[in-house]
């Protein structure tokens, strides 16, 4: 072996001690958790039920057979996997969700607090974009069989361009990413952000804020763990 080999070896492992901080959620202490749903016990994430009461249905779910109903606003759906729907999940890091579109329909700009998405086109054709931090857009046209990453906490949004529907499965590094909307966080918020801080904050009159707000008012759902 020689030195420069070594060198680099010694280099790839510090980075891969050190890389732990660039991870979403924290290690498992053993096999699996299964969550305890029902346990009043408050930790980070869920408590687990016994080991010996696992059972293989503990680590099985069917939540993304179907897709949900695209019948609204947004024409589309996101069907959720998170430790919440599927207990086997607690403590492992990962979670996955299906999103169906109907032609035209969109998922609005929205950020996963915890996690990085990994999302992978099974039907029809998207548009996906996410914004760094320097306000830049990345976007790709994807049709099935392609995916596209949006890295943990930057806002993206994704478009069914048509034609026919379309749906997308994505993957997270953690057990419930979390999300917030902009558009429900910003004008839809319980108790509401005061119109007067918007009008400024988007440099319009008053009037052009009350009436985005009256267009999220009873779509309070920013707290439903979506795509
Ligand atoms: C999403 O789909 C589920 C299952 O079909 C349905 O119960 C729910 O109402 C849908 N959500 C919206 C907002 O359409
Ligand atoms: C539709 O988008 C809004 C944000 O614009 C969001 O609050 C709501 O949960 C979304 N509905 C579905 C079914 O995804």
Do not use: W
Not at 9 to 36: G, K, M
Request: hydrophobic share 40%; with cysteine.
């Amino acid at each position: 072996m020689n030195t420069n080999y070594e060198l680099f070896l010694c280099t790839t492992l510090l980075v891969l001690v050190f890389l732990p901080c660039y991870r979403a959620d924290p290690d498992p202490l053993q096999d699996f958790c299964i969550a305890d749903p029902k346990s009043g016990i408050t930790v980070n994430g869920f408590a687990c039920k016994a080991a010996r009461a696992a059972q293989s249905s503990d680590f099985f779910s069917s939540a993304l057979r179907k897709g949900g109903s695209t019948d609204n606003p947004n024409g589309s759906n996101a069907t959720r996997m998170d430790v919440t729907v599927f207990p086997g999940l607690n403590t492992l890091g990962v979670s996955m969700n299906r999103v169906d579109f109907e032609e035209g329909g969109i998922n609005p700009p929205h950020v996963h607090p915890r996690a990085s998405e990994v999302g992978y086109v099974a039907e029809g054709i998207l548009y996906v974009g996410i914004l760094s931090t320097e306000n830049k857009l990345y976007s790709k046209i994807l049709k099935a069989g392609e995916s596209f990453v949006m890295p943990r906490g930057l806002l993206h949004f994704q478009y069914n361009m048509g034609p026919g529907k379309a749906t997308q499965f994505v993957s997270f590094d953690s057990q419930k990413p979390g999300i917030a909307f902009a558009p429900q966080t910003l004008f839809g918020s319980k108790p509401e952000i005061p119109t007067e801080i918007l009008a400024k904050a988007f440099r319009v009159d008053a009037d052009i804020i009350e009436y985005i707000k009256s267009k999220f008012q009873d779509d309070c759902s920013s707290g439903v763990e979506a795509a």
